[in-house]
């Protein structure tokens, strides 16, 4: 049995661009979240998929979308990166209502 | 609105001392009151969870207990060792009705246990 992946590791970005970051499920899971976690701060909610619909949202604006594949993988996307996008995005995939586990996470720096 | 409150900010503990965070939750919903320990550069990785039903669960050297009219809960590490330097992380979510499940989290408590 697999963990949860994501990728890329770390990535570097220039204000205003575009990022796509991905995540695997691991095996069995159906339900994808992702976190975004600042430097110091505990994990902050950004929204969830279960079977490939939106299933709920945290307080971040439009720009940060979502999507969720037939095999449970999921991509998360930000349009017009900001500074304050520079963080650690995390996924964490469940069987909905079950214990979440995450992955690695990607760092994302923002300059 | 911090829904979730964590302390202390950090903890230094010797080495087979008990080591003891506290956290306290203001929404009366929650149902559901995991533990995560997070190394540096890694992911949050599940410790151990409780449910409302039980005061307290232990899992090896883990320990959480509950309170549920105080709204409070603790974990408490017993023989604390060097390998256990990380910062934990408390959360709560609600886990019935129809609920998407989000974590809510702690600021989280830098451990460190000196040898």
């Known amino acids: 049995e697999t963990g949860v992946t994501q990728s890329p590791t770390h990535l570097i970005k220039t204000r205003g661009q575009q990022v796509t970051l991905r995540c695997s499920s691991q095996?069995?899971?159906?339900?994808v979240s992702w976190y975004q976690q600042a430097l110091g701060q505990g994990p902050q909610f950004i929204f969830q998929?279960?079977?490939?619909?939106?299933?709920g949202r945290g307080n971040f604006p439009p720009r940060f979308s979502g999507l969720q594949f037939p095999n449970y993988s999921s991509e998360l996307n930000v349009n017009a990166l900001e500074l304050d996008d520079s963080a650690l995005y995390l996924c964490?995939?469940?069987?909905?209502?079950?214990?979440?586990?995450f992955g690695p996470g990607t760092r994302l720096t923002v300059t | 609105q911090q829904q979730v409150k964590q302390s202390p900010q950090s903890l230094i503990v010797q080495k087979g001392g008990i080591s003891i965070i506290n956290c306290a939750y203001e929404?009366?919903?929650?149902?559901?009151f995991p533990w995560y320990q997070q190394f540096p550069g890694k992911g949050p990785a599940l410790l151990i969870a409780?449910?409302?039903?039980?005061s307290e669960k232990k899992e090896g050297r883990f320990t959480i207990s509950f309170n549920k009219s105080a709204k409070q809960f603790s974990l408490h590490i017993m023989d604390s060792q060097p390998g256990d330097s990380a910062t934990y992380f408390c959360?709560?979510?609600?886990?019935?009705?129809?609920?998407?499940?989000?974590?809510?989290f702690g600021k989280g408590t830098l451990l460190t246990v000196n040898p």
């Open positions: 409780i449910r409302p039903d039980v």
């Open positions: 959360a709560a979510s609600i886990n019935s009705g129809g609920s998407n499940y989000k974590l809510t």
């Open positions: 929404n009366t919903a929650f149902d559901y």
């Open positions: 964490a995939s469940s069987l909905k209502g079950n214990e979440q586990y």
């Open positions: 998929y279960y079977r490939e619909e939106e299933n």
């Open positions: 095996s069995g899971h159906n339900t």
